[in-house]
């Protein structure tokens, strides 16, 4: 048998029940605490008709009722689907009928979306009010027991952003999450019980469920929530908790080091920020390193792969740029089109084999014999390696402009843009060209009270790259779309139309 990934918190609780293990603002929940509302939780399920197997979707914000659930529900046998908390009714809806859950715990604040999705799937909606679900929880009787598992049972079943189709399903298996915990904690972030992180990437995301949630508790650390990320709000929490490890996504990065008044807040208890979900441009992680006196470490995985594949070890040399390299029992490499290994420098697809890739597809088979082949996952990546087996992120796949029959890679522009002193946030992106089939574009936000046009910031980009690559379309927004960890979603770009002048 296996081991259940919810003996992470049954294990530190019995080591430390008094410590700290979720902050959110004043209120503190102890190990103790949190592995009792847990058992609670699967006393719950039981008077629900709960059978080990079961998926239970929880469609909870960064509050400690997540991480109640989240093991409540593993302890018990079940599979966790998490749900974003800004689902519309039909979505809601998909990810219910299509896991086949019947139990959704939902947010109070966001019944009016999940309690007719959860209908229209023939599921039953949990309402998580505070107060009133803390009475209904610890008025169950509780389960202890942490059910034992197969090495090939699913704990939680995240299904990915679905940029192609309808979205899909990653089944992880206990033994996928706690390989990846376990190398996480003993080689990459490496946090101890006097520790504190700051939890403001989503818990129903796989980098905050597996780098903020999982890792603090398998480290008996302290994992202070925000709800919402907030800049100012996130530099207050570093400096009232004493935070020490921050972990975020790009943008995350530059709204903190854009914020006015970031010098008020004291943020020297920080050791050590981790960096993921897509890639950092030199410019934003060499500004936040100068300003904040943390190094910041680049990582890099999937949803597929539960998530981490690669990192900037601690105690390795850093390339600035870099995803760094594969961690602990997993292999990454780059192949080209017809699968073959491509040398060092060439540009290709990621592939990657270990022990933290998926099962497959939640009933897809079809899905996830295109996926993963002879053991090896294709990411959809484009990457190259150094001579020194760090991997150099180029592009996504989908995202590559075939100009004229030139490749051009939108992160290439992207980082030379962000070296523009009025630029905070830039989307590259490819438009229909009746000539060239696609033509380069660009969408930029700029920072607060910086003034430049689409003619400067195109003339800053044409003196720094080949003449094919600069963007010909450029266009200013007050922000970019984003996703829930606040990964720039490019697919969401609102582009100009076709015959409309360049906006300035």
Known sequence: MGRNLASLLTETAARDAERPAIKLDELVLSYGLL?????????LLAEHGFAPGD???????????????????????????????????????????????????????????ARPGAEQAGAELIEVVPGAFEQRVMAAA??????????????????????????????????????????????????????????????????????????SVAGGSCLTLLPRFDPAKALEIVQRDRVTVFEGVPTMYSAMLHEPGREQYDVSSLRLCVSGGSALPGEVLRGFEDAFGCAI???????????????????????????????????????????????????????????????????????????????????????????????????????????????VYPREIEEVLYEHPAVAEVAVVGLPDAELGEEVGAAVALKPGAVADAGELRAFVKERVAAYKYPRTIWLVDELPKGPTGKILKREVRTPEPDAPTPS
């Open 35 to 43: 592995d009792e509302g847990s058992a609670r939780v699967a006393g």
């Open 55 to 113: 998926r239970v979707g929880v469609m909870l914000p960064n509050v400690p009722h997540f991480p109640l659930v989240y093991y409540g529900v593993l302890r018990a046998g079940g599979v966790v689907v998490p749900m974003n908390v800004l689902l519309k009714e039909r979505e809601v809806a998909f990810y219910l009928g299509d896991s086949g859950a019947r139990l959704l715990f939902g947010w109070h604040g966001f019944s009016e979306q």
């Open 142 to 215: 509780p389960r202890r027991e942490v059910l034992a598992v197969a090495d090939d049972d699913t704990a939680v079943i995240l299904y990915t952003s679905g940029t192609t189709g309808r979205p899909k399903g990653a089944e992880l298996r206990h033994a996928n999450l706690l390989a990846n915990v376990e190398t996480t904690i003993a080689t990459l972030i490496q946090v101890a019980p006097d520790d504190v992180l700051l939890g403001a990437l989503p818990l129903f995301h796989s980098f905050g469920q597996t780098c903020a949630l999982n890792t």
């Open 297 to 407: 470490l680049e990582g890099y995985g999937l949803s597929e792969t539960s998530p981490v594949a690669s990192f900037n070890h601690p105690d390795r040399d850093r390339k600035v740029g870099s995803i760094g390299t594969p961690i602990a029992g997993v292999e990454m490499k780059v192949v080209g089109e017809d699968g073959a290994d491509l040398g060092s420098g060439e540009v290709g697809e990621i592939v990657i084999r270990g022990r933290n890739v998926m099962k497959g597809y939640w009933q897809q088979p079809d899905a996830t014999a295109a996926a993963v082949r002879d053991g090896w996952l294709r990411t959809g990546d484009l990457a190259k390696v150094d001579e020194d087996g760090y991997f150099f992120i180029v592009d996504r796949k989908k995202d590559l402009i075939i100009r004229g029959g030139y490749n």
